[in-house]
């Protein structure tokens, strides 16, 4: 598989929330990169294309942008 991405991405397993409209989601952090973020969810939940991801532990809000879906797993790119 050829790598596309346009910085290396990091494996780990933060904690996380994704916040939208006031409501907030918990999730992991995967991988991510100065670029991106691989995030995993628990449970299926209807999410939208556009979020903050909120990393309480770096103490960062990062607003994002989905670019792919599989069933618990979503790529997104930071809108920085």
């Known amino acids: 598989m050829v790598e596309t991405r346009i910085a290396p991405r990091v494996r780990v ?4 929330k994704i916040d939208y409209g006031g409501d ?3 999730c992991i952090v ?3 990169s100065s ?4 995030l995993d969810f628990s ?6 294309n556009e979020f903050t991801l909120i990393l309480p532990d770096d103490k960062l809000r990062l607003p994002c942008r989905v670019v792919w879906r599989k069933e618990y797993r979503l790529g997104v790119v930071f809108d920085l």
């Open 13 to 16: 397993m933060k904690p996380a």
């Open 24 to 26: 907030k989601y918990p």
């Open 35 to 38: 670029t991106g973020a691989a």
């Open 30 to 32: 995967r991988d991510i």
């Open 43 to 48: 449970e299926l939940i209807r999410i939208p």
